[in-house]
């Protein structure tokens, strides 16, 4: 139990033009979502918390009109990266949670190269 | 601010050796404690947590992990590692009333010789 998917896994797009990544919960009601950003070598930094039917929480830098977050249902949150630049090339990991259980379910992270 | 400190970036054990991996963290109050496994290619998996009671933890794939107060101090072990085991650790911490958001550590690449 207690599955996330992501899709795509990969995605390679133009600088300019906009990306989505779909963050599903398989097999359970996931009242909360999060979206980390990891770097080569380097730990996962936490984007943005959003919670079912309400707007995204983002952490401290990171930009709000770039990274649209949408958490439309208990079992489905997506993250789009608007007018995508090379520096935005990263892996990208979405988790799942339900709310005051402190645990996470992670999804496989899908890997931007913006070109 | 609150840290979580993984200071051992690498290691590398042979396999059938114990394994300990560091795991540090300064916050006010005991937070709810997790450790994380990534390999290539894949999602993280949940190896243990504590959140309160017995503080000597067990997890799946025969880890286990110490929590000492007195050394903010949440490390992970395992009496014989296995080749499979070779993979990216992270260490976690949340706040009560922390909404489940999680901090984490920098990691520790794990490598298994043979």
């Known amino acids: 139990g207690a599955v996330v998917s992501q899709h795509p896994s990969r995605v390679i797009c133009k600088s300019g033009t906009s990306v989505k990544i779909e963050c599903r919960s398989l097999?359970?009601?996931?009242?909360?979502m999060f979206w980390y950003r990891q770097f080569p070598k380097k730990s996962l930094m936490l984007m943005a918390t959003?919670?079912?039917?309400?707007?995204?929480?983002?952490e401290q830098g990171v930009e709000k009109d770039k990274f649209l977050i949408n958490h439309a249902s208990l079992t489905l949150s997506t993250l789009t990266v608007t007018s995508a630049h090379p520096e935005d090339s990263s892996f990208y990991i979405c988790?799942?949670?339900?709310?005051?259980?402190?645990?996470?379910?992670f999804g496989p992270g899908t890997r931007l190269t913006v070109t | 601010a609150q840290s979580v400190t993984q200071p051992d970036i690498h290691i590398t054990v042979s396999e059938g050796a114990s394994l300990e991996l560091r795991c540090n963290y300064s916050?006010?109050?005991?937070?709810?404690l997790f450790w994380y496994v990534q390999s290539p290619g894949q999602g993280l998996q949940l190896l243990l947590k504590?959140?309160?009671?017995?503080?000597l933890v067990q997890g799946i794939k025969g880890f286990e992990a110490e929590f000492k107060r007195s050394q903010s101090s949440f490390n992970l072990r395992k009496p014989s590692v296995h080749w499979s085991d070779a993979a990216e650790y992270f260490c976690?911490?949340?706040?009560?009333?922390?909404?489940?958001?999680?901090?984490f550590g920098t990691g520790t690449q794990l490598k298994v010789e043979l």
């Open positions: 988790s799942a949670s339900v709310y005051d259980t402190y645990e996470q379910y």
């Open positions: 097999d359970f009601q996931a009242t909360t």
């Open positions: 959003s919670n079912e039917g309400s707007k995204a929480t983002y």
């Open positions: 916050y006010g109050a005991t937070p709810y």
């Open positions: 504590y959140f309160s009671g017995d503080t």
């Open positions: 976690a911490v949340g706040l009560t009333g922390g909404g489940n958001k999680l901090t």
